[in-house]
């Protein structure tokens, strides 16, 4: 009876067809993602052509993206293993294989390279990882090579049980006799490996059920040498000479075929075998790999390992609870959290910048729950909405494991250094490390000041210039000659374009369309856009620049701010994208001309140098709170001069990283008129997102200060009756919390309060106002002790917010941008400060005038205002009534996207106290250690 063909050439059409359909199903239930395979060939061999050509087309049949990367017979080593790192790290290639041999001019170590294909990319399975997956008998978890996949395939489809049975494989080679051999082993079968030095092959083979021979030797195996009715699979290829055929040559196995058909039971044809069946098992493992990219890409719980706490009580200071307890590497952190190694840069072993890049892979996603945590009118010590923004955030990581990352703004180091201290949150609900979080972080605070800076220093070199030269020598400068030839660069393109001049030649312009390119003619006395330094420094909220001879007497009164009030602060939080970025950048209006228009920094011709400034400064920072979960820290503008909230982008990528069933904690800076009203109106226009619910934090202290309490003054000990019962008190100070329910719900959201415990705090206190905030309207009220218990201690409260985002946001605005710039004040002004109405100076109504005819009426509105009372007059607690605000100035920040009216007598420069922080503040010279931060 003659053997049976196994035909590798049907099988392999079957399993295309079924890999084609299982694409089909990927395309459609992953957001079209398409299966891709990278193949890797170094010179052009011509044999080498025609297997790419094979692969090529499998690929089209199966639904799978194919890609040929070619490189030059001349390159290295080092250069192949760095290109092989960059498909590595491309998220869009799903496998790699590397066509060998290898056709170069220099020596290359094969296995190193096949070493460097990722083994999560490693289609062929040659990588030593994979390898050694399959000899401990893993067969899941990593890919099988695919010559021996489908010497199994083909086996199997004989019908043999392979269990039990005695296996030969002839021939030991990692591509095909070793990974067949441990294949079989752990299939169950008994396995000898022979190869060309075995003595008694014939015997071995004559003993084998299953036979399997890849040695590269033409027929050398016989008819008599096998079992009757084994089952023969020949991997081998081998062209000898026949002059009967055309090309005087033809293909023949390992294995004399027509004597063995006479005694196997099944066997492999030559050619038409094991070979179809190898590029089939390429196409398999190719889609197993964009399967388990999916997955990863798609799923739903996070393998968090988090870090426990050991409480102490009374509990210790700030910075002796963050310095006991040991961060995870940030590594593990990122890959923890669902990040590629591509996408993150690493600052040492606790930070890392996240890429913006990660989005366009992950942007497909479901986004989580948006939840804002704000605040009631604060005293000057904070209420600890920071701390409750962590505790709520390891509360719903450690106890509710559930996917969860808090979005926090990067303290500036003037409060740093000043009175009020750091902003890593408190007690047992910090960011970690604090010192690396409240001091440089990334240098993305001092890369903000620099781009300022720059753009402020060419305000004032560009009004010297133009007051000390003629148009002729302007232009000459502007427009450099560059070997005997002028060419205008991209930015002055673009303002000729401004200028309608449809011009590209500098030598086509005439001399009144020179004149207006070279010309901004700068109004001195509109200059808006400010130098700045990440410091509080009264001295400099006046100054007077250009005193030196060498500026001839072109003086002007200016100011410095406080770094995170520049424009470019605000621009980088509200950006959505590079593109949106550079644009806001050119938009910046720094002044206007003496004509009435407005003179913008892409005038100035500083947008690309802005850009290039802030490359870095765009990613978000990731660190790692006290129990291991994430947080992303990026910008930081204040609430009470600027809008108050971290970056749309990192909120952006938090949403996609913790997937649909996951929680996004971000943080709306001061008390909710200023930070939450801002997030609302201003963050979530441009973003596009919409909060499911806000948690807004109380104290009994700054209850009490509403009530009628003594002043809180930073630096001094409380009064006393801050430190026991006093039920009227609290009472009485309810309003203010009344009215930032009622203020928040005008929104459309549900409001959860969070009364942040303090020591001093008692219980009949603590219940009073659990009870006042459910009868004004709060979806809860729950009492949280992170600060003593960390996460454990906000776990109520993260049910609350569980609970609370069951229902669809119903988010809606307070204001339509179509509104006046006046009527848009007023609007803020009553509804959410709850005063009678507004006041406007003359000064502030020119300038009102000036950006209604720029066409700038349409932005939404940014309050500069205390943040210690609902109204603009600090001494005005709890909830005021009957007040007018005044606003005495205002100012466009155009770039950013909105307006800024200054009310009452709110600096955008802090100053130093008498006794600053600073002063406790030491670096230990033998350990490097920082003290004296809190």
Known sequence: MMAQILSGLELSKQIRQELLEETKKILDERNGLKPTLAIVQVGSREDSNVYIRQKVKAGDECGISVSHVIFPRSITQDQLIAEIKKLNSDSNIHGIIVQMPLDSENKIDATLITDTVDPEKDVDGLNSVNQGRLAVGDLTSGFIPCTPAGCLELIKRSGIVISGKKAVVIGRSKIVGTPVAELLKWNNATVTVCHSKTTGLELECANADILVVGIGRPEMVKGSWIKPGSVVVDCGINAIPDPTKKSG???????????????????????????????????????FAAQKYAEKLYSKKWNLATLPLVLKSPVPSDIEVARSQPPKHIEILAKEIGLLPSEVDLYGTTKAKVKLSTLNRIGNRKSGKYIVVVGMTPTPLGEGKSTTTIGLSQALGTHLKR???????????????????????????????????????????????????????????????????SDKALFGRLVRETKGRRSFSNTQLRRLQRLRIDKTEPGDLTDEEIRAFVRLDIDPETITFQRVLDVNDRFLRKITVGQSPTEKNQTRQAQFDIAVASEIMAILALT?????????????????????????????????????????????????????????????????????????????????????????????????????????????????????????????????????GPPVVA?????????????????????????????????????????????????????????????????????????????????????????????????KFLYDLEETIEKKIEIIAKEIYGADGIRISDKAQASIDRYKNQGFSNLPICMAKTALSLSHDPSLKGAPTGFTVPVREVKAS????????????????????TRPCFYDIELDLDTGVVHGLF
């Not at 033809?250 to 179809?276: F, H, N, Q, W």
């Not at 209006?589 to 003496?594: E, F, G, L, T």
């Open 576 to 708: 959505t994208s590079l593109e949106d970025m550079q644009q806001r950048l050119g938009r910046i209006v720094v002044a206007s001309n003496k004509s009435g228009l407005p003179v913008t920094a892409d005038d100035l011709g500083v947008t690309g140098a802005l850009m290039v400034l802030l490359k870095d400064a765009v990613n978000p920072n990731l660190m790692q709170t006290l129990e291991g979960t994430p947080v992303l820290v990026h910008t930081g503008p204040f609430a009470n001069i600027a809008h108050g909230n971290s970056s749309i982008l990192a909120d952006k990528l938090a949403l996609k990283l913790v997937g649909e069933e996951g929680f996004v904690i971000t943080e709306a800076g001061f008390g909710a008129d200023i930070g939450m009203e801002k997030f609302c109106n201003i963050k979530c226009r441009y973003s596009k997102l919409a909060p499911d619910a806000a948690v807004l934090v109380a104290s009994i202290r700054a209850l009490k200060t509403h009530g009628g």
């Open 249 to 287: 040559q033809r293909l023949v196995g390992d294995v004399a075929t027509e004597e063995a058909k006479a005694v196997a039971s099944y066997i492999t044809p030559v050619p038409g075998g094991v070979g179809p069946m190898t590029v089939a098992m390429l196409m398999r493992n190719t889609v």
């Open 715 to 811: 630096g001094t000990p409380l009064p006393e009756v801050y430190t026991k019962p006093n039920i009227e008190l609290v009472e009485r100070g309810f309003a203010n919390l009344k009215k930032h329910i009622e203020n928040a719900r005008k929104f459309c959201i549900p409001v959860i309060v969070a009364i942040n415990v303090f020591p001093s705090d008692s219980e009949k206190e603590l219940e009073l106002v659990q009870n006042l905030s459910k009868e004004a309207g709060a979806f809860e009220a729950v009492i949280c002790r992170h600060w003593a218990f960390g996460g454990k201690g906000a776990a109520s409260l993260a049910e609350a917010v569980i609970k609370a985002v069951e229902k669809p946001s119903e988010f």
């Open 894 to 913: 155009v770039g950013a996207g909105f307006i800024t009216p200054i009310t009452g007598d709110i600096s955008l420069m802090p100053g130093l106290p």
């Open 403 to 469: 996917n969860v990352i808090a979005c926090v703004r990067q303290p500036s180091m003037g409060p740093t250094f000043g009175v009020k201290g750091g902003a890593a949150g408190g007690g047992y609900s910090q960011v970690i490390p604090m010192e690396e979080f409240n001091l440089h972080l990334t240098g993305d605070i001092h890369a903000i000041s620099i781009a300022n800076n720059l753009l402020a220093a060419q305000i004032d070199a560009r009004m010297f210039h133009e007051n000390t030269q």
